[in-house]
């Protein structure tokens, strides 16, 4: 079965999506968890806009100031670290894996994808 980082890729890319909304919370085991709405997928896509779920969250860090739009993914990486899960929405570019550039990012040990349908 394909991860979440396997799929969003070509037509079904996470470039030049909108994220809608950004939740923190925890569930009812107290586990944190993070879920970030995208819409405004590309016409060919299979996707209008989904919700990645992101549980067991290990790391984190958003950022937001008024002066910029809230929120085009420009560029992002999403791939596996070890054993964890790993998305920056606002990725240093200059290295394809992980960077202490990195901003806007999420390090958890699970990821699933949430069709609108069944959207938290």
């Given at each position: 079965m394909k991860q979440p980082h396997e799929i969003l890729i070509g037509d079904n890319s996470l470039l030049n999506t909108l994220v809608d909304e950004i939740k923190i919370f925890k569930d009812e085991k107290w586990i944190l968890n993070i879920s970030i709405k995208f819409s405004n997928?590309?016409?060919?896509?299979?996707?209008?806009?989904?919700?990645?779920?992101?549980?067991?969250?290990?790391?984190?860090?958003?950022?937001?100031?008024?002066?910029?739009?809230?929120?085009?993914?420009?560029?992002?990486?999403?791939?596996?670290?070890?054993?964890d899960y790993y998305l920056s929405l606002d990725p240093d570019n200059k290295l394809d894996s992980y960077s202490e550039e990195d901003m806007d990012y999420v390090l958890s040990s699970e990821v699933k994808i949430i069709l609108d349908d069944d959207a938290l």
């Open positions: 997928f590309s016409k060919k896509s299979e996707y209008i806009s989904l919700v990645l779920l992101f549980v067991n969250v290990k790391e984190y860090n958003f950022y937001h100031n008024q002066m910029f739009e809230f929120y085009n993914v420009e560029s992002f990486k999403f791939f596996k670290k070890g054993e």
